[in-house]
């Protein structure tokens, strides 16, 4: 919870980089005070710090059933969702003063090694917006193949972002 203060100036940079792309994500509010604090007290927040504890990159990290993700159209997930199979990754923004450092592969790296230390997690799911090319390049270029389209958390009725998964190799 330390860290708080410090992610919720990311988010917000994230969504002033969004809207100056024109990119109607996270442009309502979301993710709201309530869904980091959420995030960090569950323990599924995860953080790419420097040597000096800077933070330059956050996401969640969300085991277990993502109810949005069970209403997949155009597609089918590639693994089956239970309880403890899969992990979903959220919430991804990077410090703007991150930006063209090229460390989201990096941290990507460092979230998948995370998650392949669970021996019950078979699958990785992400999603975006349809109009964020830059995060569907980051998504594609680290490994995730497009499954279908998902509903837009808060969103409304007939929004969708498109979703990604990778079977994990063991």
Partial sequence: ????????????????FLAEQGINQWQDGYPEDSVIAGDIDRGETVALKDDEGTILAIASLVKGIDHPYEAITDGTWRVTGTETNYVSIHRVAMAKASR???????????????????????????????????????????????????????????ERNVAYDMVLDR
């Fill in 100 to 158: 063209g450092h090229h460390l989201t592969h990096d941290f990507f790296d460092l979230m998948l090694e995370q998650i392949r230390l669970d021996p019950e997690v078979e699958s990785v799911r992400i999603d975006t917006h349809p109009q964020n090319f830059g995060m569907q390049h980051v998504i594609e270029t680290n490994g995730f193949s497009y499954i279908g389209l998902v509903p837009v958390t808060g969103g409304q009725p007939d």
């Fill in 1 to 16: 919870m330390n860290d708080l203060p410090a992610i919720k100036d990311i988010i917000t940079d994230a969504r002033d």
